[in-house]
């Protein structure tokens, strides 16, 4: 596992007094961007021409694996009911269409207090959150590590597409870094440790603000135009405009009715969509500043765009 040297810490000085989880770098607090590597000489190609495209940065849920449905909601109700929480006379329990409305709130923490607030529990409370959402991670990774929950189509193909190319690749998620971890593990241990995770409390303000994908950006040194996020719900779309990056859309099992009207391209997911390292180059900002008058439909201007 990589780490940020000391100097990286000195470079990122005035982002660590902004975000205070950037000193998670440190060997002695808890790591918050893994694997991370700082500097690099621009990756070539066979053919020996530069990438412009930088970055890849991937929300988590609904992206990597459709988690959302069958991994967090289904924890989330065991938690529960361990703790013995009841709505009036029954047990407190999230069903499909009342998760997929409560997915709308960025954070798991922030997501139960909401509920508690609509339904007038007085007994929730931050520190009620943070222990259940505490015992829910555990239950979702055990749902991981029995198989429950698959990584979705085309994204280790875009994972190793990208790591050859020498693109960097972070995941930026407002859920427990833990659990993303565990997520990122089941891609293999050769494609984890080159992959940084941003995940979890590491800044003040959840998606839809910009701070993760503002923090990934800097911690890599990218320039947001040469950067392209994958996301699959509202308010990650939201978090990735306001960082000034492209963004594409896989949509998920609760978010595929969402309006996703801003985004850069949309699809069913990567391999439906027919999603490539080049197709993601093509989205970048900077390359369609370069643009030799193609429509931004990379689907129907797949020449003239990209490395060539």
């Known amino acids: 596992m990589r780490s940020c040297t000391p100097l990286a810490i000195f470079l990122f000085g005035a982002l660590a007094s902004e975000f205070p989880c950037a000193l998670g770098f440190l060997p002695s607090a808890p790591l918050r961007a893994h694997h991370g590597r700082v500097a690099r000489s621009h990756s070539m190609k066979a053919t020996g021409l530069k990438a412009k495209l930088e970055a890849v940065f991937f929300d988590c849920d609904g992206v990597l ?166 996301e699959d719900s509202r308010i990650g779309l939201e978090a990735a405009k306001a960082a000034d990056m492209s963004c594409l859309i896989t949509k998920s099992t609760y978010t595929r009715n969402e309006d996703f009207s801003e985004a850069d391209m949309v699809v069913d997911d990567l391999d439906a969509g027919k999603i490539d390292l080049d197709r993601l180059e093509g989205l970048a900002i900077s390359t369609a500043w370069e643009d030799w008058g193609i429509d931004r439909d990379v689907f129907n201007a797949g020449v003239g765009r990209g490395r060539w």
Not at 140 to 148: D, V
Request: aromatic content about 8%.
């Open 65 to 230: 694996a459709d988690t959302e449905r069958d991994g967090h909601r289904i924890a989330f109700n065991l938690a529960f009911e361990e703790a013995g929480l009841k709505n009036g006379d029954k047990l407190m329990q999230w069903d499909e269409e009342l998760y997929g409305k409560l997915v709308e709130i960025g954070g798991g923490k922030e997501r139960m207090m909401g509920y508690w607030e609509s339904i007038g529990f007085q007994e929730g409370n931050w520190e009620l959150a943070k222990m259940l959402h505490e015992r829910k991670t555990q239950i979702f990774k055990e749902l991981i590590a029995a198989g429950k929950i698959p990584l979705r189509p085309g994204v280790t193909r875009i994972v190793d597409e990208a790591l050859a190319a020498g693109v960097y690749i972070g995941v930026c998620s407002t859920s427990n870094e833990k659990a993303v971890q565990q997520i990122v593990d089941m891609m293999g241990p050769d494609r984890a440790k080159e992959i940084s995770i941003f995940a979890g409390d590491c800044v003040p303000r959840k998606k839809p603000s910009p701070d993760i994908y503002n923090l990934a950006k800097n911690f890599f040194r990218v320039r947001p135009e040469d950067s392209v996020v994958i």
